[in-house]
Antibody
């Protein structure tokens, strides 16, 4: 079965950096777009970024563009999100998800919490 | 890109039908048949319930159905059950090649 497991979250100071990882299994990883989505405490879902199967097609939300880089290692079935210049408002649970069809995340990880605080 | 507009809450009694709406613009909901709906229980990851406006993934109850008219998409839950109590979010592909989510609707079963 499809399984996505995020890791790398934690407490970081404003201006700091963090790299999130997502380990995928149960499907042919390189065949799928992958997506990062976040949810601030008590708030709604916010799309952050996507990456195509080969890794060359990427896009970012305006709220993180220039501060965040999405990447993948198909040999390791892994997705990454490098986050720099973190702000308090980046505090959220970060989910990785598989794009099953036409930008519809059909499988989600359990999420990893990122807390940006001094 | 502004979030798609959803009513904050909707409630219904067991056995009733309810409809949740999701309003966007011609640059998102109205421009593509790439609207999805997700169910999220407290402390859990979202679950895909509908994609491509009206298609149910395997394993999702046929009590859930989706539709779209112009810039507004809708999710209908028929024969409401206690387990349907959750937050529901819509999403749409956009002309900027991004994904935008709705503000979310909390469904309460009375």
């Amino acid at each position: 079965q499809v399984l996505l497991v995020e890791s790398g979250g934690g407490l970081v100071k404003p201006g700091g950096s963090l790299r999130l990882s997502c380990a995928a299994s149960g499907f042919t990883f390189s065949d799928y777009f992958m997506i990062w989505i976040r949810q601030a405490p008590g708030k709604g879902l916010e799309w952050i970024s996507y990456i195509g199967g080969s890794g060359t097609d990427t896009n970012y939300a305006d709220s993180v563009r220039g501060r965040v880089t999405i990447s993948r290692d198909n040999a390791k079935n892994s997705l990454y999100l490098q986050m720099n210049s973190l702000r308090v408002e980046d505090t959220a649970v970060y989910y990785c998800a598989r794009d099953g069809s036409n930008y519809s995340p059909d499988h989600w990880g359990q999420g990893t919490l990122v807390t940006v605080s001094s | 890109q502004s979030a798609l507009a959803q009513y904050a809450s909707v409630s219904g009694s067991p056995g009733q039908s309810i409809t949740i709406s999701c309003t966007g613009t011609s640059s998102d909901v109205g421009g593509f048949d790439y609207v999805s709906w997700y169910q999220q229980h407290p402390g859990k990851a979202p679950k895909l319930m509908i994609y491509d406006v009206s298609t149910r993934p395997s394993g999702v109850s046929n009590r859930f159905s989706g539709s779209k008219s112009a810039n507004t998409a809708s999710l209908t839950i028929s024969e409401l059950q206690a387990e349907d109590e959750a937050d529901y979010y819509c999403s749409s592909y956009t002309t900027s090649s991004t994904l935008v989510f709705g503000t979310g609707t909390r469904v309460s079963v009375l």
